[in-house]
Every structure is written in C-alpha cells, then in structure tokens.
C-alpha cells in the first residue's frame, strides 16, 4: 500500500517557524500526484484544511494562514511541504498530511487518498 511519512513538528515559540514535510511511497507503484494538502485538528475542534496545492501548483490557503504559510510541493518526489511562519498559539494542533494520488502497477491504476499519522505542532512560551 501507498503510505505518507510525516516530519517537522514540534514545540516553537509565538512568532517562530516550522517546516512540516509529508513524503508518500509505495514500493510496487509508480505514484502520480494530483493534489496534495494539509489539514489540522486542534484539541476538541474538528479537523479543517490548513492549504492544499494541485500538481500544476495551484494552491489554496485558509484564510487564518494567508500570508504566514506556504505550500509547495515536488510531484517527482511525491512529497509536500508546509512552510509555517509568524506562528500563533492559536496553530497548536496535529498536523495531517493529505494526498490524492494515481497508483499504478504495470498497466492497471487506481485513484487513492491516503493520511498522514500526524505530527504535533505546539506554538507556547
């Protein structure tokens, strides 16, 4: 099965930075992105879409992280970043990778839509 690895998060001061980065890999499948994101849930909230980018780039960002966050992504590599400044208390949260992906082996493809574990962020002095 296709799985995404997490990395990045952890405990940062107000006004601080993070990098989260989310690989997908799958040994026996050729992997095409299609669009990737990242979600987050905070504690007793439902999760919510933080951004997501297409594999032509096209990115959409909520609004409580415009201009502070940044989304980027590298299809050859499968893998999705979330550049975190100016970080607020209010970003505590589990960070949850997305992707939507094609699969193939040989000829044969599927359309999958796989998470990420999770990473924490924690934004306190």
């Known amino acids: 099965q296709v799985q995404l690895v997490e990395s990045g998060g952890g405990l940062v001061q107000p006004g601080g930075s993070l990098r989260l980065s989310c690989a997908a890999s799958?040994?026996?499948?050729?992997?095409?992105?299609?669009?990737m994101g990242w979600y987050r849930q905070a504690p007793g909230k439902q999760r919510e879409l933080v951004a997501t980018?297409?594999?032509?780039?096209?990115?959409n960002y909520a609004d409580s992280v415009k201009g502070r966050f940044t989304i980027s992504g590298d299809n050859a590599k499968n893998t999705v970043y979330l550049q975190m400044n100016s970080l607020k208390p209010e970003d505590t949260a589990v960070y949850y990778c997305?992707?939507?992906?094609?699969?193939?082996?040989?000829?044969?493809?599927?359309?999958?839509?796989?998470w990420g574990q999770g990473t924490l962020v924690t934004v306190s002095s």
């Open positions: 997305n992707q939507y992906l094609k699969v193939a082996t040989g000829p044969n493809y599927r359309y999958l839509e796989v």
């Open positions: 799958g040994s026996i499948f050729t992997i095409y992105t299609i669009t």
């Open positions: 980018i297409t594999s032509g780039d096209s990115t």
